[in-house]
């Protein structure tokens, strides 16, 4: 995931990204975040980064990306860790994913009480 980036990040795409059929994208390309910059009908793609192979530049949200380096260490994160092999950061937006059950709501039954 490539939440929290800034403009000059170097990241590498999540996946094959295409438009209108045509590879604009490709899985592991290393790509630069040219700006940050949302855009006004779809906030969360607020990732300015350009295509190799369009010219174009594209907004992108951070789920299409991932981090190449630390931003605490700058250490090589590897492709499938979630967090940094060199320090404690941990990849922002791992919480959004896998922490839904725990998010605060309407009191839940469970049989002999509520919790
Ligand atoms: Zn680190």
Redesign the pocket.
């Known amino acids: 995931m490539g939440y929290g980036l800034r403009a000059g990040d170097i990241c590498l795409m999540q996946n094959d990204y295409l438009l209108d059929g045509k590879l604009i994208f490709s899985r592991e390309e290393e790509v630069k975040i040219e700006d940050v910059d949302p855009d006004p009908k779809a906030p969360g793609l607020k990732y300015v980064v350009r295509s190799k192979t369009s010219g174009s530049r594209f907004r992108l949200s951070g789920r299409d990306l991932k981090r190449k380096f630390?931003p605490?260490?700058g250490?090589l994160l590897i492709s499938l860790g979630n967090n940094?092999p060199?320090?404690i950061?941990v990849v922002p937006g791992k919480e959004d994913l896998f922490g839904r059950k725990t998010v605060p709501g309407s009191p839940r039954s469970h049989g002999s009480g509520v919790i």
């Open positions: 630390c605490e260490c250490a940094c060199e320090c950061w």
